[in-house]
């Protein structure tokens, strides 16, 4: 089955401070007919979060202020059925590690291709079951 078409009946978060990729995502989710909000960090992520539930979130693992891996930490709790994807240009034995026991079932490295994104997005709902 076509990403999307699962997808669909999901909401998505990104959290990314690269405008670029945060456009580019958002016109390709859009392209496919399925609505994606970006955000710019985690902050605005946790304030989101407060007004609505995510079934997949993407977020960045360094960014402005809070970086990903806290993102995740302080949401395990409260959002633990969402299923989490970390982008990194730094992506260490350390980073992945401390990722896996916060949850994340996919990674991404950047930079990425929107098929590198796919692939991802399909392995995180294998696992899931979804």
Excluded: C
Aim: glycine share 8%.
């Amino acid at each position: 089955m076509y990403i999307f078409d699962r997808l669909k009946r999901m909401k998505t978060l990104l959290i990314d401070d690269d405008e670029w990729i945060r456009g580019s995502m958002t016109l390709f989710f859009q392209g496919e007919g399925y609505p994606l909000l970006a955000l710019e960090t985690a902050e605005e992520g946790m304030e989101e979060l407060k007004r609505q539930n995510y079934d997949v979130i993407i977020v960045d693992y360094r960014l402005p202020g809070m970086d990903g891996l806290e993102f995740l930490n302080r949401i395990k709790d409260s959002h633990p059925n969402a299923l989490t994807l970390l982008i990194t240009a730094y992506g260490t034995r350390a980073v992945f590690g401390k990722a896996s026991d916060l949850g994340v079932k996919a990674f991404i490295d950047k930079p990425f291709t929107i098929e590198t994104l796919e692939e991802a997005l399909s392995r995180l709902l294998e696992k899931d079951g979804v």
